[in-house]
């Protein structure tokens, strides 16, 4: 790849959209219309639609220094559908909105689009608009995700019920630890640029923090097996927090096991090597996009063993709380909301 460089000046900013979105084409045939007009228009006969937006801002949730473009553009895309899928809906459009400062060149943002054409071919969503702006400092994109649902198959928060099966997609922790050898390897590169990060054998830590994948797969594994969720919500923020969010939209307590929570080995290791206590990272770590939901408990032949999710435990009354329960002593600890705030690694440097 050349190392050229094109000042955004040069093309201006309708230049810039152009080249950005002119190879674009849709696939869904909800979207009527796409970029190019004042509004995209979409097509939603009979169905539920779902719509969420989320924020990334340059300093606060990403770091340059350590985190590519592309995979930047890729995660942009991912964490919103992230959202779509938690309420058991399938993603069709999103829209892309950039700030951007004059330090990006055009091969930058191309970078960026890279990343983000890549995840909504991958995830089957078309790109039908957004908005183009400059800023003084850093870069801010934001991400809107449009997504459809039959009626009777939302899924909220609201819906867990006393006895159902908590579960959980994946394993916990793992995009916290991926951040945290990020941040040491660049403590380490600030004090001497010449310095190889050393990343060893941890490839799918720094995979689950840069590149996080929505749980598609959870979504259709539970349809294929007629099972529907009494409630959900995607792991953004933590174990914890998500997990206080479903109970007090629900209205009742949980019992969490400590012993169930799932781990990549990659997690265990490195958190030992960090002397940074796991259960830590799957609990208030964030970003690691799984999805968090509760089964009827006549559901439970139709989910045990599957590899792709843990039962964690269960939907109790409102006033036993919501617990974690300890391994070996079970013990009972009243869960708190210590979700991951984004800022700590900012106050930190
Ligand atoms: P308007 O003045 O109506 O806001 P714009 O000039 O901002 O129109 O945008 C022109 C078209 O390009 C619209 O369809 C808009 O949705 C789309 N668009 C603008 N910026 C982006 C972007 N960063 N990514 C994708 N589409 C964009
Ligand atoms: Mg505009």
């Known amino acids: 790849m050349s190392n050229q460089k094109t000042e955004l000046s040069d093309l201006g900013e309708f230049g810039l959209i152009k ?3 002119n190879k674009i ?4 045939e909800s979207s009527i219309k796409g970029v190019g007009d004042d509004c995209a228009v979409l097509n939603y006969p009979n169905k539920r639609v779902v719509v969420t937006t989320d924020m990334l801002t340059e300093g606060i949730h990403f770091n340059l220094m350590y985190v590519p473009l592309k995979h930047l553009g890729y995660k942009s895309i991912a964490v919103n559908l992230s959202d779509v899928y938690a309420m058991n809906a399938t993603p069709k459009q999103v829209t892309v909105s950039i700030a951007l400062s004059s330090k990006f060149s055009l091969e930058a943002i191309e970078q960026l689009y890279q990343g983000i054409h890549l995840a909504c071919q991958h995830y089957g969503v078309d790109l039908v608009g957004g908005d183009t702006t400059s800023s003084l400092t850093g870069l801010t994109i934001s991400v809107t995700a449009i997504g459809e649902v039959d009626e009777d198959k939302v899924v909220y928060r609201c819906g867990a019920k006393p006895t159902n099966l908590l579960c959980v997609s994946g394993d916990l922790g793992g995009a916290y630890m991926g951040l945290q050898l990020l941040e040491r390897e660049n403590e380490v590169f600030k004090v001497d640029p010449n310095m190889k990060p050393q990343f060893k054998e941890y490839d799918y830590l720094l995979e689950r923090q840069l590149k996080p994948e ?4 959870v ?3 539970l349809a294929d097996n007629n099972v529907c969720p009494t409630s959900m919500i995607d792991i953004s923020d933590g174990l914890s927090s998500e997990i206080l969010h479903l109970c007090e939209e629900s209205s009742v307590g949980c019992r969490l096991y400590e012993d ?3 781990y990549h080995p990659n997690t265990q290791d490195l958190a030992q090597e960090m002397n940074i206590n796991p259960i830590v990272a799957a609990l208030n770590g964030g970003e690691d996009y799984e999805l968090l939901f509760t089964v009827d408990i006549k559901d439970y032949e139709r989910i045990k063993n599957n590899p792709l999710i843990t039962v964690l435990g ?3 009354e409102a006033q036993e709380g919501a617990n974690l329960v300890t391994a070996g002593m079970g013990k009972f600890i009243p869960l708190e909301a210590q979700g991951w705030n984004p800022m700590m690694n900012k106050i930190e440097e």
Do not use: G, V, Y
């Open 260 to 262: 169930k929570i799932p």
């Open 19 to 21: 080249h950005l979105t």
């Open 314 to 316: 269960h939907i109790t």
């Open 25 to 28: 084409e849709l696939q869904n």
């Open 219 to 221: 979504i259709k594994m």
């Open 214 to 217: 929505p749980r598609r797969d």
